[in-house]
């Protein structure tokens, strides 16, 4: 009998009747010939409330406490679905990350797995029983519980399907699948039926938010086939593998990623000297804090040079701090900082055959008059910085242009 | 450095101010030079929500699935808790069950503590840390969460308290301690400052809800001094300790308990045989529904035997099943439910000492024409059962009598 993982997101078990909803998936596989492993995250809203509290009780809190607190919703998402299950008939318990044990590094609210310890799982799972996994928790070497940073249950589930070697782990969310752009802004936008991890692992960097970053890195590593789905309709989801299932009529462009939050930080008027630019990479590098879309120009008064870069807006403070304290040292002028920014990224493993692959790009947002304030590639993307006015224009002309809209794809 | 048990209830840490609050206390008992372990409920409300969804999901639910959902409301107090006193320059850390662990029985839902793993906590606490416990739950040798049953965290600090020969348990509340009746219904009720255990336990047992019963007998078994007090109050609480520590002046009756979660049921026509009613009792013993206030009187029409007693009002339908059941067998004629009834207890060691203990007692109730419906005793426990309408009357009343009023007892 083959293994398969199906995990279940927040907005999948926010209520009772949507924890029911979920066991009859569950059920499905079951009745499918499968053995079950369920992977439950927290009651949307549980984790705000329960972070809300550590960070009422204390601004530099313990997070070792952080952890415990916060993992006990997982906990409660984990008991109730089992309950639901046993409930239509079919046998399950639950399982906390102590219990299985899921080993994780010490690193309290981003610790990594090391190594699941699935002996008495599959005995359990030998025993005719679904399990039910608490996501998102582990348990450090010391005996504590540690939890895997914001989204860490697509984790769990993809460690699990890894260790297990599972045919196949099912991701149940609140969309029906990956799309060529963030529906909200693009009506065109259409749901892609398949992905390869690299393409999924470059729109998630870019502000996709559909899956975690570190899953779809350890579902490639693990060549793990991940499916992203709804847990409410019964389309076909958004299937992620490795390059050897992809179809000869895969399109070369795959879809369009945008982030709003991130910020544009220039540093103006520094020497124009590359030791000083590496002494700013150096700096932020230390304090762990990644910039994006680094760019440098000449100042307008000649022979000085503005360096600008983006930040996540939640490290923006802390990262004008470091460098105001640094100013005498790499001897800037003015610190500028720029929230009205957005990043627009192309993204499709096809930029590496184009051509001119940024030329369509530049060429379109002139015509719309657009600004680009900085570019940036790899190669199966291209990002530009452009005023988040034009947002929206810019996501839908682009997603024109590069024939992703719905009646061109069909 | 002796080991202090301070124990907060849920109402007691009901919001993160109440927590301060505790985390207050807590630095008290530190700074007096004292090593505390603190064991915390859940935050009120939150215990009853847990039941609620683990209910609504499943009528005959999976009761090691219960545990896992519900213990998860302590394992957040004792995070928090433990945040609030870091947050006052206290070192401290949680615990769960699991952690210590403290090792039940496998009857989930009411499982009982079987012994407990000092070695870690003792250690945590020599570094100078204060341990913060999660009450009410535990670990089955076969690795499943076990709780203790409601007001099962009173068990938790008592059992530690055993465990760690602790100098004193002080179990915090929203009463400032055990009152010689229930203020709400005597306006002269007055705390005591002394009461031994065995009086304390049938306080407990015969309706006083201040603390747990099993957790006054392990109290009782081990020694252990406790003290019952307000977290929001300076006053000195109840002292409960073995009679050694009894005064001279200590008075013979201590007080009065009453339970309005009784009812009572009569089996009508009961042939006059001794085996009969035997059969009865072995019959309720065997589906484990414990009876009380025990009477058998002659019915009206000769021969034939009438048998009441009383039994938890949440046994009562259940109760009834058996019986109806068994209606053959036993030979009764029809089976009366009587919900309105109140049992009074008069509790205290000098019954031992009086001439007629239960002169008073009936005399007093009969000048105010109160009907006694039956009655039962025990060395240091007189209690009738009454029509509950009588109830506040017949309290007051009593209080008056046995010289319990406030101004009496000054």
Same mark, same amino acid.
């Given at each position: 009998?083959?293994?398969?993982? +199906?995990?279940?997101?927040?907005?999948?078990?926010?209520?009772?009747?949507?924890?029911?909803?979920?066991?009859?998936?569950?059920?499905?596989?079951?009745?499918?010939?499968?053995?079950?492993?369920?992977?439950?995250?927290?009651?949307?809203?549980?984790?705000?409330?329960?972070?809300?509290?550590?960070?009422?009780? %204390?601004?530099?809190?313990?997070?070792?406490?952080?952890?415990?607190?916060?993992?006990?919703?997982?906990?409660?998402?984990?008991?109730?679905?089992?309950?639901?299950?046993?409930?239509?008939?079919?046998?399950?318990?639950?399982?906390?990350?102590?219990?299985?044990?899921?080993?994780?590094?010490?690193?309290?609210?981003?610790?990594?797995?090391?190594?699941?310890?699935?002996?008495?799982?599959?005995?359990?799972?030998?025993?005719?029983?679904?399990?039910?996994?608490?996501?998102?928790?582990?348990?450090?070497?010391?005996?504590?519980?540690?939890?895997?940073?914001?989204?860490?249950?697509?984790?769990?589930?993809?460690?699990?399907?890894?260790?297990?070697?599972?045919?196949?782990?099912?991701?149940?969310?609140?969309?029906?699948?990956?799309?060529?752009?963030?529906?909200?802004?693009?009506?065109?936008?259409?749901?892609?039926?398949?992905?390869?991890? +690299?393409?999924?692992?470059?729109?998630?960097? @870019?502000?996709?938010?559909?899956? +975690?970053?570190?899953?779809?890195?350890?579902?490639?590593?693990?060549?793990?086939?991940? @499916?992203?789905?709804?847990?409410?309709?019964?389309?076909?989801?958004?299937?992620?593998?490795?390059?050897?299932?992809?179809?000869?009529?895969?399109?070369?462009?795959?879809?369009?990623?945008?982030?709003?939050?991130?910020?544009?930080?220039?540093?103006?008027?520094?020497?124009?000297?590359?030791?000083?630019?590496?002494?700013?990479?150096?700096?932020?590098?230390?304090?762990?804090?990644?910039?994006?879309?680094?760019?440098?120009?000449?100042?307008?008064?000649?022979?000085?040079?503005?360096?600008?870069?983006?930040?996540?807006?939640?490290?923006?403070?802390?990262? @004008?701090?470091?460098?105001?304290?640094?100013?005498?040292?790499?001897?800037?002028?003015?610190?500028?900082?720029?929230?009205?920014?957005?990043?627009?990224?192309?993204?499709?493993?096809?930029?590496?055959?184009?051509? %001119?692959? %940024?030329?369509?790009?530049?060429?379109?947002?002139?015509?719309?008059?657009?600004?680009?304030? %900085?570019?940036?590639?790899?190669?199966?993307?291209?990002?530009?910085?452009?005023?988040?006015?034009?947002?929206?224009?810019?996501?839908?002309?682009?997603?024109?242009?590069?024939?992703?809209?719905?009646?061109?794809?069909?």
């Amino acid at each position: 009998m083959a293994y398969i993982v +199906q995990k279940f997101g927040g907005t999948s078990v926010a209520t009772l009747d949507l924890i029911k909803k979920a066991a009859l998936r569950v059920k499905a596989e079951v009745h499918a010939g499968h053995q079950v492993v369920v992977v439950v995250s927290a009651m949307a809203g549980t984790t705000n409330s329960l972070v809300r509290f550590v960070r009422d009780l %204390s601004a530099t809190y313990d997070r070792a406490e952080y952890d415990a607190v916060v993992s006990s919703g997982e906990q409660v998402t984990a008991g109730l679905l089992a309950l639901a299950l046993q409930n239509i008939g079919i046998p399950a318990r639950s399982w906390l990350g102590w219990q299985l044990p899921i080993y994780t590094t010490p690193h309290h609210t981003q610790a990594k797995i090391d190594h699941i310890d699935t002996i008495a799982l599959k005995d359990d799972l030998n025993k005719g029983r679904v399990a039910v996994v608490a996501g998102f928790q582990g348990l450090s070497t010391n005996g504590r519980i540690t939890t895997l940073g914001r989204g860490g249950s697509d984790t769990t589930a993809v460690a699990l399907a890894a260790a297990l070697k599972a045919e196949r782990c099912d991701i149940f969310t609140d969309v029906d699948g990956v799309y060529t752009a963030d529906p909200h802004y693009v009506t065109a936008a259409g749901k892609l039926e398949h992905i390869v991890y +690299q393409e999924m692992l470059e729109l998630a960097a @870019q502000g996709a938010k559909v899956l +975690q970053k570190d899953s779809i890195e350890l579902a490639m590593k693990h060549k793990v086939r991940l @499916q992203v789905l709804s847990s409410l309709s019964e389309t076909p989801g958004t299937l992620i593998t490795n390059d050897s299932e992809a179809q000869t009529n895969y399109k070369h462009i795959r879809g369009l990623a945008h982030s709003l939050n991130e910020e544009r930080l220039t540093l103006t008027n520094l020497p124009q000297n590359s030791s000083k630019l590496d002494k700013v990479k150096e700096l932020l590098d230390t304090h762990h804090i990644a910039i994006d879309m680094l760019q440098q120009n000449l100042s307008p008064c000649g022979n000085h040079l503005n360096l600008s870069f983006t930040v996540s807006e939640i490290e923006v403070e802390r990262t @004008q701090g470091i460098l105001q304290n640094a100013k005498r040292k790499l001897q800037f002028n003015d610190l500028l900082r720029d929230p009205h920014v957005v990043k627009i990224s192309v993204i499709g493993s096809g930029l590496q055959t184009e051509h %001119s692959p %940024s030329h369509k790009l530049f060429q379109t947002l002139r015509e719309e008059g657009i600004m680009v304030k %900085s570019v940036s590639s790899s190669d199966i993307k291209l990002s530009v910085l452009i005023p988040s006015i034009d947002a929206e224009r810019a996501i839908a002309s682009l997603h024109t242009v590069y024939q992703l809209d719905v009646e061109e794809r069909q």
